[in-house]
Structure formats: structure tokens, C-alpha cells
């Protein structure tokens, strides 16, 4: 069983920036793919990024050279560095661990992911 509790969400100007931290909790922290996803009111659920073990990375176009994903082992925690936010960036962030299965794959698809953590509010304002 795998617990994941999202911090550093608020709210920030456009063209700020903010980190979030996610932290997990269970042994098998390391095996795991970690990823970030954003839901935006009235729209599904979308991938951001993700990271493996082997610090392997995926990002989604829209994150693309303004989001960063990190990963500490020795405090469970991935982090979510967030830097020239736009509006459009405004959502809810969700925090997501899915089982490994190669060291070079990245999940991104929502029903790949089996652990989710319960969201933190981000808000960019224009």
C-alpha cells in the first residue's frame, strides 16, 4: 500500500513560479514510477510528467521546458518544480505512483496508475 499526501500548491502570479512536493509513504518507494498529473474544472484528468527509478523522464508538451519532476529516495518525496506559470496552468495537482514495469518506460495514461494522492489547488492568476 502506497499513501501520497501533495503540498505546495497556492496561488501566484502568472509568470511565477511554485514547487510541489509529494510524499509517499511505503518501502517500495523507489521501484515505483511517480507522476504528476492536473485536473482543470470541467476537463479530465491530464498527464504532466512522470519519473521512474532510473530517473528516466516523460513531460507533456504543455510542460515542456518549464516543468521539472525530481525524485529524493532517502525522503520518498518527488518534487514538481513549476516556473513561467500561465493561467491555463490553473488545476488541481495530483500526485500518482504506478508499479514499474521497465526501467526506460514512462506511463502516461490516468488508468495506468493505481495509487493517487488528494490533489493541491493551483492557481495562477493573469
Known amino acids: 500500500q502506497v499513501q501520497l499526501v501533495e503540498s505546495g500548491g497556492g496561488l501566484v502570479q502568472a509568470g511565477g513560479s511554485l514547487r510541489l512536493s509529494c510524499l509517499a509513504s511505503?518501502?517500495?518507494?523507489?521501484?515505483?514510477?511517480m507522476g504528476w498529473f492536473r485536473q482543470a474544472p470541467g476537463k479530465e484528468r491530464e498527464f504532466v510528467t512522470a519519473?521512474?527509478?532510473?530517473?528516466?523522464?516523460a513531460y507533456a508538451d504543455s510542460a515542456k521546458g518549464r516543468f521539472t519532476i525530481s525524485r529524493d529516495g532517502d525522503k520518498n518525496t518527488v518534487y514538481l518544480q513549476m516556473n513561467s506559470l500561465k493561467p491555463e496552468d490553473t488545476a488541481v495537482y495530483y500526485c500518482?505512483?504506478?508499479?514499474?514495469?521497465?526501467?526506460?518506460?514512462?506511463?502516461?495514461?490516468?488508468?495506468?496508475?493505481?495509487?493517487w494522492g488528494q490533489g493541491t489547488q493551483v492557481t495562477v492568476s493573469s
Open positions: 500518482a505512483a504506478a508499479p514499474p514495469i521497465s526501467s526506460d518506460y514512462v506511463p502516461t495514461r490516468v488508468r495506468q496508475y493505481n495509487y
Open positions: 511505503g518501502r517500495t518507494f523507489s521501484s515505483k514510477v
Open positions: 519519473i521512474t527509478w532510473t530517473d528516466n523522464t
